[in-house]
């Protein structure tokens, strides 16, 4: 089936779930499932390149993930603080943006300024965009939201005001969020954004994942009718 350009999403948000569960089944310890998880990380971005896709969003690490043992979330901050220094050369010569959605605010101070670096020295890039949703909830984006509106004064609050307040004020609302490991269910991601994205939940488990993966996702999109509560 070929690809017609204009059917294809904007915006894929991942939501990278089973990272735990594809290293059980190996009988491996759960930071061994992120790592395998990181490198399907690496192959979605260059599906994306290769598709032309322009905005990519990660689910990498949620405001709920906290409640996981220390070591699994040490585990998880080394893997993205490596995974940054070690494709920033390539994220420059592939003409990648990356940035990133969430309150960065409780994470160690290094991972931080590896973030706003990677984001500072790509900030130019137009080729594809990668966010990083980083202790990132859907209720708390609303909620800093709201709170840095009052801050501002402002009191005659739109649509347009909310949601330059998001973190994703500068990122268009995804077409399609995808969840891999077969759950059901959005576990606090981009609640605002979401209110017209087309939904996927493949049962593949994230360190599974395939160009044939993504392709279905490509051509799942593109037999959806999206209609905006209007008729066609
Ligand atoms: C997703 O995989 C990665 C993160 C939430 C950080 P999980 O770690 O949730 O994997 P499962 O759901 O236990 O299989
Ligand atoms: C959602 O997965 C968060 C990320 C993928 C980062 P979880 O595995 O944390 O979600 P629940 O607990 O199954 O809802
Ligand atoms: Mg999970």
Redesign the pocket.
């Known amino acids: 089936m070929a690809f017609k350009p204009k059917k294809l999403p904007t915006h894929l948000a991942i ?3 089973g990272n735990g569960r594809w290293a059980k089944r190996r009988g491996l310890p759960r930071n061994q499932g992120h790592k395998a998880g990181m490198a399907a990380v690496e192959r979605v971005i260059n599906y994306c390149l290769k598709y032309k896709i322009k905005y990519l969003t990660l ?4 405001t ?2 906290w409640k996981r043992d220390k070591e699994e979330i040490d585990g998880i901050f080394d893997l993205v603080r490596n995974y940054i220094k070690d494709y920033r050369d390539s994220f420059v010569e592939n003409n990648i943006k990356v940035d990133y959605i969430g309150n960065l605010k409780p994470f160690p101070e290094d991972l931080v300024s590896v973030l706003e670096n990677i984001k500072k020295k790509t900030e130019k890039f137009d080729e594809l965009t990668v966010v990083l949703a980083l202790n990132y909830g859907g209720r708390d984006d609303i909620v800093r939201a709201v709170n840095s509106i009052i801050n501002e004064g402002c009191k005659n609050i739109t649509n347009e005001t909310i949601i330059n307040h998001l973190d994703t004020k500068n990122i268009p609302e995804p077409d399609i969020v995808v969840r891999t490991s077969g ?1 059901q ?1 959005v ?1 606090n991601f981009m609640l605002y954004q979401m209110a017209y994205s087309e939904f996927y939940f493949p049962k593949i488990f994230w360190p599974d994942f395939n160009e044939k993966a993504f392709l279905k996702i490509l051509k799942t999109y593109q037999k959806r009718d999206r209609r905006y509560g209007g008729i066609k």
Do not use: H
Request: aromatic share 16%; net charge negative.
């Open positions: 939501i990278m779930d689910f990498a690490f949620s709920e993930n759950e269910r576990s």
